[in-house]
């Protein structure tokens, strides 16, 4: 299994930036698929993005599609949403996903290991 620990939240206005990491412990990084998803208050945890485990392939919510980028970097461990354009509606607490599996799903049910999540908060 492995472990893993979001960071990069913060305050932001409307129209900035924010880079989301998610730094994964353990072993063999490089065939899990990553997963983000958030959770607004009153809301479901929602899915946001996800890559697969090449790296080959990414997903995009429609609601972030165009203003969020997720990469990854096999090499450091890390896996990360580029955020811009950020909305109020964006704000949300963040978290990072690993799908054993690789299969980089739409669905929260598909994750195994998950972590403990960031705040991202979006002031108009």
């Known amino acids: 299994q492995i472990q893993l620990v979001e960071s990069g939240g913060g305050s932001v206005q409307a129209g900035g930036s924010l880079r989301l990491s998610c730094a994964a412990s353990?072993?063999?990084?490089?065939?899990?698929?990553m997963g983000w998803f958030r959770q607004a208050p009153g809301k479901e945890r929602e899915f946001v993005a996800a890559?697969?485990?090449?790296?080959?392939?990414?997903y995009y919510a429609d609601s972030v599609k165009g203003r969020f980028t997720i990469s990854r970097d096999n090499a450091k461990n890390t896996v990360y949403p580029q955020m811009s354009s950020l909305k109020p509606e964006d704000t949300a607490v963040y978290y990072c996903?690993?799908?054993?599996?690789?299969?980089?799903?739409?669905?929260?049910?598909?994750?195994?290991?998950w972590g403990q999540g960031t705040q991202v908060t979006v002031s108009s």
């Open positions: 890559v697969t485990s090449s790296a080959k392939g990414t």
């Open positions: 353990g072993r063999a990084f490089e065939t899990y698929a």
């Open positions: 996903a690993a799908d054993r599996l690789g299969r980089a799903s739409y669905s929260l049910k598909e994750y195994d290991y």
